[in-house]
């Protein structure tokens, strides 16, 4: 009997409008730059430093850290890149005192580098109609788990399409610290939806974080197969895994 289930975001929920590693790229891209203005009213930027070069030096420490958190699954929240590549400038004196930057400045910083990345995100065709049947479900409660690196970013996401109140819990490796597959994270937003049998919940998601790390936890695994594929796909093998196409089709396996 299950009685969980735990959504992945990106390309099983939400989708991105014509995928590709140079589109994501662009929106942070966009947001960055964005970001510069608000930096100039915090009276922190001083063209010492061009915007290209900030680009470049912000996609240095980005790329650094996705290549840590590969190893290890720790999450780097976008508001602590920002503190990292802003002392290292401090440092170097390309930029003025940042000291009089509080968290709430990082954390302004953090949306608006994503601000364009959410107007790409757009609830897959039966999203909707799939969360309203599966909420007139006795007893069965769902949550959202995302590695992304901005809690709010996926929460707003949700909101945004009035999809949030279907949800016990949303968890966000920038929230929990640590990404999928870590099965801890999965232990943790078992636990937020008030359910303390793995067994009994489903994880549902497009890709090898979420089978594998889903699997790992010991819960039962569905692959939502995605069309678009992105370069550097990794393989598994999981045991018992589902595979459906469309969000739609896990409602046969639910009884
Ligand atoms: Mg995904």
């Known amino acids: 009997m299950i009685k969980g289930i735990i959504f992945d975001f990106g390309f099983t929920l939400f ?8 589109r994501y790229y662009e929106s942070f891209k966009k947001g960055l730059l964005k970001s510069v203005e608000y930096l100039k009213e915090l009276d922190v930027w001083n ?6 070069d900030f680009v470049k030096k912000f996609a240095m420490k980005r790329e650094q850290c996705w290549r840590e958190s590969r190893k290890t699954k720790k ?16 440092e170097m004196k ?8 509080n968290d709430k400045a990082y954390f302004k910083l953090q949306e608006i580098y994503h601000s364009f990345e ?23 409660k769902l949550a959202v788990l995302s590695n ?5 970013m996926v929460e707003n996401s949700l909101k945004k399409y009035q999809l949030f109140k279907y949800f016990n819990a949303v968890v966000t490796s920038a929230e929990f610290g640590k990404r999928k597959p870590d099965p801890e994270i999965f232990f943790y937003t078992l636990k937020k939806m008030g359910l303390t049998e793995n067994s009994e919940c489903l994880v549902c998601g497009d ?7 889903g699997d790992r936890a ?38």
């Not at 989708?15 to 140079?22: A, G, I, T």
């Not at 992304?148 to 709010?152: A, E, G, V």
């Not at 598994?236 to 739609?248: A, K, M, Q, T, W």
Request: glycine share 2%; charged share 30%.
């Open 15 to 22: 989708q991105f409008d014509n995928p590709s590693v140079e």
């Open 47 to 52: 063209d010492q430093i061009s915007e290209d």
């Open 75 to 90: 999450e780097f929240p976008t508001s602590k890149l920002y503190q990292h590549v802003l002392e290292s400038l401090w």
């Open 94 to 101: 390309a930029i003025n005192s940042i000291n009089h930057l």
């Open 118 to 140: 959410m107007e790409e995100w757009k609830p897959l065709p039966n999203t909707k109609e799939t969360l309203e049947k599966l909420s007139k479900y006795e007893k069965l």
């Open 148 to 152: 992304h690196p901005s809690h709010s």
């Open 207 to 213: 890709e090898y974080a979420d089978v594998v790390g």
């Open 218 to 255: 010991g819960m039962q695994t569905i692959l939502c197969e995605r069309r678009y594929k992105f370069p550097f796909e990794r393989e598994f093998d999981v045991p018992e895994l589902i595979r459906i196409d469309n969000i739609s089709e896990i409602l046969e396996h639910l009884d």
